[in-house]
């Protein structure tokens, strides 16, 4: 079977909870302190799953990690039970986060045909910029390992190490004539972003492409501008997203955006760079709307269609300038609203949902790939299983604990995959 782009989206955990971790991500630190809704956030998920399998694209599926991390809570010398001391709950709520169902920062992945020796190459994100996330890569490589377990056509790497500094694979991207030919592999790392850190490190981006073994002529490294960072595009993938010969980005995306451009054409001369200007679309309304964390895929027709929140959907700048480029002819053809509210207001679109990975679906192991009954039967178990809310003041009970520790049990024997339990 040739090679497609299969869409890992991770399955929004049982611990899904506001605790406003992520500095720098404007939704999280906005809805800090709210009920969450983990049943229904993963129901939502699992919708937008079935929407993407529906349009006849492949989609797969990762496990949430285990919650609360006993691992995290036991360096720390933390227990369970809940106390009164605001540094040591916060810790906790780092404990039990649910952020690793954003599985575009789950790891960098190079397709075979960029590498040199011909393999898929997935690099685990260290994501040491924040205590919440840097705790995941562990369990997200025996979780790749697992379900790329082909040495033949795949290789897996642990993280960059954390001194080289890394926030994840959400700022890379790549362009090619199609997903299966030879690709441009395009690295944006950030130096400067005011009140809030800039998360992904120019050398631990060189590293990645050190270890997949690309090609330097093929690879760019590009800057995200600091004003795109200030005003809460945490990762580049807030601001841009590709797909094979398309680049769809805000003005404000790169620090030099017109050399960042010239460079993407000198190396991909088919390239169609498609930018939103900030007069139709400010930084703000991109960032608040989440337009550019869709997910831009290659229908079987061949056409490009746009994954959107309804959130930007409904914001009238977007909307409009989504009508005005479908009906003007432009390479984006079709688009899709889905409701992913829940993961929206931690900071999360339909992009962050998903990793992507070009591979021959026959080499990945079939566990981690969905059709509609394996969906339904996830959707019986989320449904029967996970929390319908959480409040975050509860993070820290025994009692919830329990429950969180029984519904990601129950998924694993579901999909057959007690390995990971």
């Given at each position: 079977?040739?090679?497609?782009?299969i869409?890992?989206?991770?399955?929004?955990?049982?611990?899904?909870?506001?605790?406003?971790?992520?500095?720098?991500?404007?939704?999280?630190?906005?809805?800090?302190?709210?009920?969450?809704?983990?049943?229904?956030?993963?129901?939502?998920?699992?919708?937008?799953?079935?929407?993407?399998?529906?349009?006849?694209?492949?989609?797969?599926?990762?496990?949430?990690?285990?919650?609360?991390?006993?691992?995290?809570?036991?360096?720390?010398?933390?227990?369970?039970?809940?106390?009164?001391?605001?540094?040591?709950?916060?810790?906790?709520?780092?404990?039990?986060?649910?952020?690793?169902?954003?599985?575009?920062?789950a790891?960098?992945v190079?397709?075979?045909?960029?590498?040199?020796?011909?393999?898929?190459?997935?690099?685990?994100a260290n994501?040491?910029?924040?205590?919440?996330?840097?705790?995941?890569?562990?369990?997200?490589?025996?979780?790749l390992?697992?379900?790329?377990?082909?040495?033949?056509?795949?290789?897996v790497?642990?993280?960059?190490?954390?001194?080289?500094?890394?926030?994840g694979?959400a700022?890379?991207?790549?362009?090619?004539?199609?997903?299966?030919?030879?690709g441009?592999?395009?690295?944006?790392?950030?130096?400067?972003?005011?009140?809030f850190?800039?998360?992904?490190?120019?050398?631990?981006?060189?590293?990645?492409?050190?270890?997949?073994?690309?090609?330097?002529?093929?690879?760019?490294?590009?800057?995200?501008?600091?004003?795109?960072?200030?005003?809460?595009?945490?990762?580049?993938?807030?601001?841009?997203?590709?797909?094979?010969?398309?680049?769809?980005?805000?003005?404000?995306?790169?620090?030099?955006?017109?050399?960042?451009?010239?460079?993407?054409r000198?190396?991909?001369?088919?390239?169609?760079?498609?930018?939103?200007?900030?007069s139709?679309?400010?930084?703000?309304?991109?960032?608040?709307?989440?337009?550019?964390?869709?997910?831009l895929?290659?229908?079987?027709?061949?056409?490009?269609g746009?994954v959107?929140?309804?959130?930007?959907?409904?914001?009238?700048?977007?909307?409009?300038?989504?009508?005005?480029?479908v009906?003007?002819?432009?390479?984006?053809?079709?688009?899709?609203?889905?409701?992913?509210?829940q993961?929206?207001?931690?900071?999360?679109?339909?992009?962050c949902?998903?990793?992507?990975?070009?591979?021959?679906?026959?080499?990945?192991?079939p566990?981690?790939?969905?059709?509609?009954?394996?969906i339904?039967?996830?959707?019986?178990?989320?449904?029967?299983?996970?929390?319908?809310?959480?409040?975050?003041?509860?993070?820290?009970?025994?009692?919830?604990?329990?429950?969180?520790?029984?519904?990601?049990?129950?998924?694993?024997?579901?999909?057959?995959?007690?390995?990971?339990?």
């Open positions: 079977m040739p090679l497609v782009e869409n890992f989206d991770g399955l929004v955990g049982p611990s899904h909870n506001y605790a406003g971790l992520s500095l720098g991500n404007l939704a999280s630190s906005s809805h800090a302190g709210e009920v969450s809704y983990p049943r229904a956030a993963a129901l939502q998920g699992l919708a937008k799953m079935r929407h993407n399998l529906g349009l006849g694209l492949t989609q797969g599926l990762f496990a949430p990690l285990p919650r609360p991390n006993p691992v995290f809570l036991n360096a720390l010398g933390l227990g369970l039970i809940d106390d009164s001391d605001p540094a040591q709950r916060r810790l906790r709520a780092a404990a039990w986060s649910a952020s690793a169902m954003w599985t575009a920062n790891a960098t190079s397709p075979a045909p960029d590498t040199a020796d011909g393999r898929c190459h997935l690099s685990a994501l040491v910029t924040m205590p919440h996330r840097s705790q995941e890569w562990p369990d997200t490589v025996r979780q390992r697992l379900a790329f377990a082909d040495a033949t056509h795949f290789a790497h642990d993280a960059v190490p954390a001194c080289f500094g890394d926030e694979a700022n890379h991207m790549r362009m090619c004539a199609a997903h299966d030919a030879p441009l592999e395009i690295f944006v790392y950030g130096k400067t972003g005011g009140a850190p800039a998360r992904q490190h120019e050398q631990a981006s060189r590293a990645v492409a050190r270890v997949h073994g690309l090609d330097p002529a093929r690879c760019l490294f590009v800057e995200q501008s600091a004003e795109a960072i200030a005003a809460g595009a945490f990762h580049n993938d807030v601001v841009a997203v590709a797909n094979e010969r398309v680049l769809f980005a805000h003005e404000q995306a790169f620090a030099d955006p017109e050399g960042t451009y010239a460079a993407i000198e190396r991909l001369p088919e390239a169609e760079i498609v930018v939103v200007p900030a139709a679309v400010s930084l703000a309304d991109a960032i608040k709307s989440y337009l550019f964390n869709a997910q895929l290659t229908l079987p027709s061949g056409e490009m746009l959107i929140p309804l959130e930007a959907w409904e914001m009238p700048s977007v909307r409009a300038w989504l009508d005005g480029h009906a003007s002819n432009g390479p984006i053809r079709r688009v899709f609203p889905v409701d992913v509210k993961s929206m207001a931690n900071g999360g679109g339909p992009a949902l998903r990793l992507r990975v070009v591979a021959d679906p026959s080499t990945v192991d566990r981690f790939l969905l059709d509609e009954a394996r339904a039967r996830v959707e019986a178990v989320v449904a029967a299983k996970w929390p319908e809310q959480i409040d975050p003041v509860d993070l820290g009970r025994e009692s919830l604990a329990q429950s969180v520790i029984t519904a990601r049990a129950a998924l694993l024997e579901t999909l057959e995959l007690r390995e990971l339990a």
